[in-house]
């Protein structure tokens, strides 16, 4: 039987993919480091707390 799969889990590929994404984009652009380290902070930071708040509503806390 098919299990069903948390949402959290798929959310974690999601948001890595995306962090790649976007950190490639800003490199091929040339954006200054510092720029990109923090826009990748913030984005991991955010997609940290989602994933977070995912797991604590499936498990019901």
């Not at 720029?35 to 994933?51: E, F, N």
């Amino acid at each position: 039987m098919a299990q069903n799969i948390q949402a959290w889990r798929i959310l974690i590929g999601v948001f890595g993919g995306f962090w790649l994404l976007f950190a490639g984009i800003l490199i091929f652009n040339g954006f200054p480091f510092l720029i990109i380290s923090m826009a990748l902070t913030t984005i991991a930071i955010l997609s940290i707390l989602v994933i977070v708040l995912a797991w604590a509503y499936q498990n019901n806390l």
